[in-house]
Structures are given as structure tokens and as C-alpha cells.
């Protein structure tokens, strides 16, 4: 399964500084974005709404990266009224066991999952970190920026690819390779 994790950045502290109400309106906005550009991917499922993120699942690493792309570039270009909300990215791929659980959906386990999990959160704000098995895929298929709403007009973002070495992830005995995708001029492009 090819898994993306999502997180909002400082969400408890956005909630002391702006009050709840003003929140939950960013947040509204966040999930409607969010649940546009997931939808638009064909395969893409939202496993799991985090409350402060998602856990989605995609069919392939390219189709993972380009709708990463799009929320990178939407959450960036998004006028916020208040305060911007801002996402950091993981992306993995790996095999998960399911679990059936006789109150709703099945539940998702495995380590895939916590690596995806703790890419994300090592992320900086407005960063999508891959793991080498998706970044090695998804490089050979996207080349450029991707369009959302089959926008025309618009100039593309260059798209960047790096590496950033070697982490030790939570839970994780041996080093995992970190690499980074992101848009020239809103990625931040530089280490974890």
C-alpha cells in the first residue's frame, strides 16, 4: 500500500492563539482542500481523518506525489483570513495488516504506517518527505508540477527531487534514507 500521512502544523497552538471557533472555520477550509484534490486521484482512499490530518492511501507512489503537490501548492495559495494553516507530508510505501473490528471499518496496522506517521511529523512546514522505495518510483513518472482544475493559464512550479540522508525514525532499529519532492519556491527544500 502506498501510504501519505498529513499533518497541520502547531494545531494546538492555533487553537489556544486563534480561539476554537476561528480554528475550526481554518480547518473547515483544510479539510475541504484536502478532500477535493484526494478525491480527484482515481484509487486514493482517506483511510483514516486524524482530527489534525489524514491518512490516505493511493494506488501508486506517482499518484501520491502529485496530489501532495497539489496540496502543497493549494495550502501556499490559499487566502487565509486569520492565520495560515500549514501541512508537512510523509509518504511510504509498505504492506499493513487489517483488522476487523466488529464496532466499524477494519483497522490498519504495521510498521508501514508508523513510518509514514513519523516521516510526516519530522517534516518542516509545507515539506513532503519521501521514503527511498517512493521516491524512487514516483520520480520516474512525475517530471513536472501537476495542474489542478485542468488550469491552463498558470506557469508550473520546477519541481526539485533531493535527498537528505539517513534518520533515525521512532520505533525504527536501523536508519531510514529521507528524501524530499516539492515546488521551487514553496517547498522548503532543505534538511528535516
Given at each position: 500500500?502506498?501510504?501519505?500521512?498529513s499533518?497541520?502544523?502547531?494545531?494546538?497552538?492555533?487553537?489556544?492563539?486563534?480561539?476554537?471557533p476561528?480554528?475550526?472555520?481554518?480547518?473547515?477550509?483544510?479539510d475541504?482542500?484536502f478532500?477535493?484534490?484526494?478525491?480527484?486521484?482515481?484509487?486514493?482512499?482517506?483511510l483514516?481523518?486524524?482530527?489534525?490530518?489524514?491518512?490516505?492511501?493511493?494506488?501508486?507512489?506517482?499518484?501520491a506525489?502529485?496530489?501532495?503537490?497539489?496540496l502543497q501548492?493549494?495550502?501556499?495559495?490559499?487566502?487565509?483570513?486569520?492565520?495560515?494553516?500549514?501541512?508537512?507530508?510523509g509518504?511510504?510505501?509498505?504492506?499493513?495488516?487489517?483488522?476487523?473490528?466488529?464496532?466499524?471499518?477494519?483497522?490498519?496496522?504495521?510498521?508501514?504506517?508508523?513510518i509514514?506517521?513519523?516521516?510526516?511529523?519530522?517534516?518542516?512546514?509545507?515539506?513532503?518527505?519521501?521514503?527511498?522505495?517512493?521516491f524512487?518510483?514516483?520520480?520516474?513518472?512525475v517530471?513536472d508540477?501537476?495542474?489542478?482544475?485542468?488550469?491552463?493559464?498558470?506557469?508550473?512550479?520546477?519541481?526539485?527531487?533531493?535527498?537528505?540522508?539517513?534518520?533515525?525514525?521512532?520505533?525504527?532499529?536501523e536508519?531510514?534514507?529521507?528524501?524530499?519532492?516539492?515546488?521551487?519556491?514553496?517547498?522548503?527544500l532543505s534538511?528535516?
Amino acid at each position: 500500500m502506498v501510504m501519505l500521512f498529513s499533518d497541520i502544523v502547531g494545531s494546538t497552538g492555533l487553537k489556544s492563539k486563534l480561539g476554537v471557533p476561528a480554528y475550526s472555520r481554518l480547518l473547515a477550509r483544510h479539510d475541504e482542500i484536502f478532500q477535493q484534490i484526494t478525491a480527484s486521484t482515481p484509487g486514493s482512499a482517506i483511510l483514516n481523518d486524524l482530527g489534525d490530518g489524514y491518512f490516505v492511501s493511493f494506488e501508486t507512489p506517482s499518484d501520491a506525489v502529485r496530489a501532495a503537490l497539489l496540496l502543497q501548492q493549494a495550502m501556499a495559495r490559499e487566502p487565509w483570513p486569520e492565520e495560515p494553516i500549514q501541512i508537512r507530508l510523509g509518504i511510504h510505501l509498505g504492506e499493513l495488516a487489517e483488522l476487523d473490528d466488529p464496532r466499524g471499518p477494519a483497522k490498519l496496522t504495521g510498521l508501514a504506517a508508523d513510518i509514514a506517521s513519523h516521516l510526516a511529523s519530522l517534516a518542516q512546514p509545507g515539506q513532503i518527505l519521501l521514503t527511498r522505495a517512493a521516491f524512487n518510483e514516483a520520480r520516474q513518472f512525475v517530471s513536472d508540477h501537476p495542474r489542478w482544475d485542468n488550469a491552463t493559464d498558470e506557469e508550473l512550479p520546477k519541481l526539485t527531487w533531493m535527498a537528505h540522508g539517513p534518520y533515525l525514525i521512532k520505533g525504527i532499529d536501523e536508519a531510514t534514507e529521507v528524501f524530499e519532492v516539492g515546488a521551487a519556491g514553496i517547498a522548503p527544500l532543505s534538511p528535516p
